[in-house]
């Protein structure tokens, strides 16, 4: 199900989803290859570490005629692949995705952008954090450093690293993981010219009150 949320002022995730990807179904050409971003609570064979994280996950993928599914080491043998050369179909992709994304920036009533909202039709839209275009659209809006939590693996929000801007929205982004049918983590990712990386993850038990933050890093 290919799912936008709106979050409003009051905190409440409100859900607008069109059929398209629910089970995982997609768009994509049968035969496409790539990384996906994954909760760690999905059996993945085929992974990438990301740095920091404990809750996300890269895992190889391909499309197949019924959706997108996870590479098996049986699979993944049967097909002779080798980590270099998928790892570079994969990167290509990304940064193609990532070409692509149109961000909608959300306001408060004073006009100042709170956060944005970024979604993707491609079983793959998730990897665009991996891509070094990625920060292109928000570098005149959120700045060169953006803090991003990927709710579902077809959507994102990206807020300013600065701020306070996420741990104002967190509630509601707890709400919306809690309600999609794919979600992927609450962990918050850092994303800068030097890469991506998860600094902390929105604390599910406190329903967002709290974030927690790994070692001396902060969110502002």
């Known amino acids: 199900m290919n799912l936008t949320f709106r979050i ?61 599914r996870l590479f098996t080491d049986e699979s993944w043998e049967q097909q002779g692949l080798k980590w270099e050369d998928f790892s570079e179909r994969a ?49 005149d809006t959120l700045g060169d450093k953006i ?10 929000y990206a807020f300013p690293a600065t701020g306070g801007k996420l741990a104002d929205f967190s509630p509601a982004l707890v709400e919306i993981f809690e309600e999609t049918p794919m979600p992927v983590s609450l962990e918050v990712f850092e994303i800068d010219k030097n890469g991506y990386r998860v600094i902390g993850e929105i604390d599910r038990s406190t329903k967002g009150s709290q974030i927690e933050v790994l070692e001396t890093l902060q969110i502002k």
């Open 8 to 68: 409003l002022p009051v905190g409440l995730a409100v859900v607008a989803a069109c059929l398209w990807f629910s089970a995982g179904f997609s768009k994509d050409k049968e035969g496409l290859v790539g990384l996906l971003l994954v909760g760690s609570f999905e059996k993945a064979d085929i992974t990438s570490d990301v740095e920091g994280a404990k809750k996300a996950q890269l895992a190889a993928a391909y499309v197949w005629k019924y959706g997108v």
């Open 91 to 139: 990167g290509v992709l990304a940064d193609e995705l990532a070409a692509k994304i149109k961000p909608e920036f959300i306001r408060n009533h004073h006009g100042v952008i709170d956060y944005a909202i970024v979604t993707g039709e491609s079983a793959f839209f998730s990897s665009v954090i991996t891509s070094p275009r990625f920060l292109q659209p928000f570098a």
């Open 147 to 156: 803090h991003a939590v990927v709710v579902d693996r077809n959507i994102l």
